[in-house]
């Protein structure tokens, strides 16, 4: 079990046949994550808070020519603030800087494409968690995702991701990277208070400060997620380090997983059903010649 | 390369036939040599491992079932690409030594035209032309050759997510699955006509050897290639032969009876 198991409810757990034990026995709300992206100042904070947090050692990185810490997240650094320089139509300089992280989605692609029972776990108030010691290492999770998150360690042959500090939460604390926010970027309370929030600083840049395109990212083709964000621009979320308009699971996992996998073991029942009938209904072909025959059932004689 | 792999079969084949022998008594034929049988059990072996530790991570509903037998779910997770592994390699020994008679031929063409009739039993005897296997047999093992390189190919990808990218992984998880899906129908029919549908089989993959009546029944032709004679002369032999033994022994109860009687119609004699 995990820790966070005793303090918030679960909603859907990966590899799991039956139903969800105490699904939905309290009442959760949904929390949400709300990134401002146009007042964050790339200070990193967010990343240390996050670090420290979770006890990770500080890994090496590569220099790119940006500010950015290092190309992507990684098993041990489940929070980056992306950097990138974007020139617009009329030639002035934009710097766009996003905190990335996993995005905690309602309809998470890592959990449906889990095999393993356990290993990732919803829950009510919307956080996808992974729980490494029901881990199997098999990845599927990687390329489930619609933002290339879960990270696999190569030593503990699992797969780790952002927990949306979901031990912190089940005791009634903000997230690490929340809590560490210096400029009031990072917020953090229910979904429905967060989109509130979000749609009111999108309508302030649009009316006020000249991001006539300004607006909320939180994608329907997931069914929103528990990460949302305001972009400058929310015709171009790919400018801010690839954050894709329309993610999706990828389509491959819904025929894997809805019918494939079902259609299989159909197979199995059926095939077994078919030979042990067809056992019943015609029997063995004997080497020949065979005993003589000396009565044979009929439609007339029936016994 | 077919000099080659006769001459490695022929290698492999002296070798197990050091280490063990098939005993071929009277009215029985030599079906399978050892090394054939040893292939054929690490392929079945390790296909039948792939498959369990393969169907825990393929479906929630097994995976509690399933993933205790290799230790735990990571442990089942580590160890099924090397049972694929070594279930390929087996196969590929299997496929060299079976390239000959797994060849397709006209017979076959023929045989799967009367497939209906074969599958409800109809006719008894296969017909003449069948040899040493039958074109079910041989679709089987067309089947497997394919599935195999799906599997190995879509399973070194599964093997290592982070060299080949997420596309080439949507591709592999659901190729993969579909090869599973066509070998589970196959293997299903497989160990049903090795067992219980053709009883006399499933001793050819264990001690090697058939009766003379299972061959001129299941694949006359192949009889005819191993012993030279005529596989219906000799059925129709044994066919009359056995007739007349049950004439003869129905004589003989009868006389029995008729015996029986005189003795019981008898009146009791004095103690």
Redesign the interface.
């Given at each position: 079990m995990l820790d966070t198991e005793r303090t918030l409810q679960i909603k859907a757990i990966s590899?799991?046949?039956g139903s969800v034990p105490g699904s939905h026995a309290k009442r959760e709300v949904e929390v949400a994550k709300y990134i401002d992206v146009t007042t964050c100042i790339g200070c990193k904070a967010c990343e240390v808070a996050c670090v420290e947090w979770n006890d990770h050692p500080f890994r090496e990185t590569t220099f790119d020519n940006t500010y950015q810490t290092m190309p992507n997240t990684e098993w041990n650094y489940y929070n980056l603030i992306r950097f990138n320089e974007h020139q617009r139509d009329d030639g002035t300089l934009q710097w766009l800087m996003r905190k990335d992280q996993c995005m905690h989605c309602a309809d998470p692609g890592c959990l449906r494409a889990c095999?393993?029972?356990g290993?990732i776990v919803q829950y009510t108030n919307g956080i996808v968690d992974f729980n490494q010691e029901?881990?199997?290492?098999?990845?599927?999770c990687?390329?489930g995702c619609p933002f290339?998150i879960p990270k696999?360690n190569q030593a503990t042959?699992k797969v780790y991701k952002c927990t949306l500090c979901s031990d912190r939460v089940g005791q009634g604390l903000e997230p690490a990277c929340i809590k560490s926010c210096p400029t009031g970027c990072l917020h953090f309370g229910t979904k429905e208070e967060m989109k509130a929030m979000a749609e009111g600083r999108a309508r302030q840049l649009r009316e006020h400060s000249g991001f006539a395109n300004a607006g909320v990212w939180d994608p329907p083709s997931i069914q929103g997620t528990h990460v949302i964000y305001v972009l400058h621009d929310i015709t171009k979320p790919e400018l801010y380090g690839g954050l894709p308009a329309e993610p999706h699971i990828?389509v491959?996992?819904t025929?894997?997983k809805f019918a494939?996998?079902p259609?299989?073991?159909l197979?199995?029942f059926l095939?077994?059903f078919?030979?042990f009938f067809?056992?019943i209904f015609?029997?063995?072909?004997?080497?020949?010649?065979?005993?003589?025959v000396i009565e044979e059932e009929s439609h007339v004689s029936r016994s | 390369m077919s000099a080659e792999v006769e001459r490695l079969n022929e290698r492999m084949h002296r070798a197990t036939s050091r280490m063990g022998r098939t005993v071929v008594h009277a009215g029985e034929l030599l079906r399978h040599s050892v090394y054939t049988r040893v292939v054929h059990w690490a392929v079945a072996i390790f296909f039948i491992l792939a498959l369990l530790s393969g169907f825990a991570i393929f479906t929630p509903w097994l995976y509690a079932w399933l993933a205790p037998l290799f230790g735990s779910g990571p442990r089942t997770r580590l160890l099924h690409p090397w049972f694929g592994l070594i279930f390929c390699a087996a196969f590929l020994l299997m496929l060299f030594n079976w390239l000959q008679p797994m060849n397709w031929n006209e017979s076959d063409r023929r045989w799967l035209r009367r497939m209906r009739e074969y599958a409800t039993n109809e006719e008894k005897m296969e017909p003449e032309d069948v040899g040493k296997f039958n074109a079910g047999q041989k679709l089987w093992f067309r089947a497997i050759v394919v599935a195999a390189i799906v599997f190995l190919i879509t399973g070194f990808i599964m093997w290592w997510p982070e060299i080949f990218g997420r596309v080439l992984m949507w591709i592999s998880y659901f190729l993969h699955d579909v090869a599973a899906l066509v070998m589970l129908g196959g293997f299903i029919i497989h160990i049903y006509e090795g067992t219980a549908q053709q009883p006399g089989t499933f001793r050819a993959m264990t001690r090697g050897t058939v009766t003379d009546r299972w061959a001129w029944t299941h694949h006359p032709a192949w009889y005819r290639e191993v012993t030279g004679r005529d596989p219906r002369a000799d059925y129709e032999r044994a066919a009359q032969r056995q007739e007349e033994r049950q004439r003869m022994l129905a004589a003989w109860e009868r006389e029995q009876d008729a015996r029986e009687r005189q003795t019981e119609s008898r009146p009791p004699g004095p103690a």
């Open positions: 590899g799991h046949p095999p393993a029972d290993a029901n881990c199997i290492g098999c990845q599927y990687v390329s290339n696999f042959k990828p491959v996992y025929w894997w494939l996998k259609l299989s073991l197979t199995v095939g077994m078919a030979v067809h056992y015609y029997g063995p072909k004997r080497a020949q010649p065979e005993p003589p | -």
